[in-house]
């Protein structure tokens, strides 16, 4: 029961972008919903409309102006995330610093002048060369096929309101680490909102260190969400995906202005869903360096292996469709990833793990509440294989059943000694003996499956809101 309440979860959090879909009217700077704003940005005339706001945990950059200026307001507003972002990345970088630069010089005749103003403008205020900076908009290519992101459109008679869903799963890399803060890369995760002096204007769910390049959807409903694919079918000379999802979100306003647009330059291996929210209607572009090709829900190859035709629904994992796209693919990916993914959300497949940062997103449960009329709840887990907590109607907090796992905490005293003496073993206390209003460290054990964890210190701080029975009628 308990892993169906969970996988019901999950599905819930996945949807977040096809609410923001559904809500483009409200994208346009409008600084009077501003809850919070952490930032003074009042001190230089280069950051005149921009801010950093945060809801609900979600940071969102609002940038304005000419490209230029919207460079400098991220570089200057996001500054440390950005320099931790960009050392974690570096990292594990299958390439040198100096093949990156000459990655950056092979396409940079290719990029349109304001992309690279807008670069000039975050490595002014990031206090780093043009290079370093501009080396972080090539990164893709780097790390191509190696996300295994995917992504499903959903319209008309296939939704019951006829409107256009769109969604995307990011499924990055969550282990990347900066060296210099411990911080993980993932938690480098934003809305940011761009209204730039040429162009429509966006929000691009994606990091501060490759503005844009994750995709979003602009003022006109035009939506763009990828996957990667890797095909040996592959080029450097061309414009990076990411710079053309920015074109096309500054530039299209109609479906065929977005594929003509993305289609206009190729690199490797991606399958971009493109979408019109207005018409409503959405294909997918399989590319790679010679190869284009615009598919539609009713393609007869979309019942390939492993796809079935779907009334007015188009979606992709990591692989291509049409023959002739698919016949370049190299034969590492794995083809089964979205029918997992959709085995998993139908509870048949339990070994998928997939997306649940979204849950610490209150405002997108917020909007899913709102929108669908049903109940978003949260649940814990970690990578290593424990999910065991979840949220009651009483929304208090989390529950953790005995059955699931022997449950502990470190009170925040015993970290304390442990801190001024590395070799002091803290004492746990068990969760059914701690007190009311103890904040620690969660400890488990767990005896599941192939990865049993015994007095496992998971690093997670918590508070033990209550003991004895919760008001649901639940321990
Ligand atoms: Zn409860």
């Not at 992709?316 to 034969?331: H, I, M, Q």
Request: proline residues 3%.
């Amino acid at each position: 029961m308990l892993s169906n309440f969970l996988k019901k979860i999950q599905v819930i959090g996945i949807i977040f972008l096809l609410i923001l879909v559904i809500d483009v009217s409200s994208i346009k700077g409008d600084n009077d919903n501003s809850i919070d704003v952490i930032l003074d940005v009042s001190t230089s005339s280069q950051l005149n409309g921009g801010w950093v706001e945060e809801r609900d945990g979600v940071t969102i950059i609002h940038l304005n102006g000419s490209h230029y200026q919207m460079g400098f307001q991220l570089g200057t507003l996001l500054k440390k995330d950005y320099l931790s972002s960009r050392r974690a990345w570096l990292s594990i970088l299958p390439l040198t610093y100096d093949e990156m630069v000459d990655l950056w010089y092979n396409v940079s005749d290719l990029i349109p002048q304001q992309y690279k103003d807008e670069i000039q403008g975050r490595a002014d205020a990031l206090d780093l060369t043009f290079e370093e900076t501009a080396i972080m908009d090539v990164i893709g290519i780097a790390f191509h096929g190696n996300l295994n992101c995917c992504g499903l459109a959903a319209w008309g008679p296939s939704t019951e309101d006829y409107k256009l869903y769109h969604f995307r799963s990011c499924d990055g890399l969550l282990d990347i680490i900066d060296p210099v803060t411990g911080k993980y890369a993932s938690d480098d995760q934003l809305l940011i909102v761009r209204n730039p002096d040429e162009g429509y204007s966006s929000v691009v769910i994606g990091l501060s260190i490759e503005v844009g390049a994750e995709g979003g959807f602009n003022e006109h409903g035009i939506g763009i969400g990828y996957s990667s694919v890797k095909t040996s079918d592959v080029t450097s000379n061309g414009i990076p995906c990411g710079i053309r999802k920015r074109m096309l979100l500054e530039q299209a306003s109609t479906l065929d202005q977005a594929v003509d647009i993305y289609s206009s330059s190729s690199t490797m291996g991606w399958n971009q869903i493109i979408s019109d929210a207005k018409i409503p209607k959405a294909v997918v572009i399989e590319q790679s360096a010679n190869y284009n090709r615009v598919c539609n829900w009713n393609d007869s190859f979309e019942n390939n292996y492993p796809s079935w035709i779907m009334d007015h629904i188009i979606r992709r994992g990591n692989f291509f469709l049409d023959p002739v796209s698919a016949g370049f693919e190299e034969d590492i990916y794995e083809k089964s990833r979205f029918i997992r993914y959709i085995l998993y959300c139908m509870g048949f497949d339990t070994e998928y793990y997939y997306f649940s940062r979204i849950m610490h997103y209150k405002v997108m449960s917020k909007a899913i509440e709102d929108k669908w009329g049903i109940e978003a709840f949260d649940g814990f887990a970690f990578t290593e294989g424990f999910s065991g907590g979840h949220e009651c109607p009483e929304h208090n907090g989390m529950h953790f059943p005995n059955e699931n796992a022997i449950m502990e905490i470190i009170p925040n005293k015993e970290l304390e000694k442990e801190e001024k003496d590395p070799s002091y073993i803290p004492e746990a206390v068990l969760f059914s003996e701690a007190e009311k209003g103890m904040t620690g460290e969660m400890v488990i054990t767990d005896f599941k499956e192939a990865l049993p964890m015994i007095r496992y210190r998971v690093r997670d701080s918590i508070k033990i809101v209550t003991t004895g029975e919760c008001s649901c009628g639940e321990e």
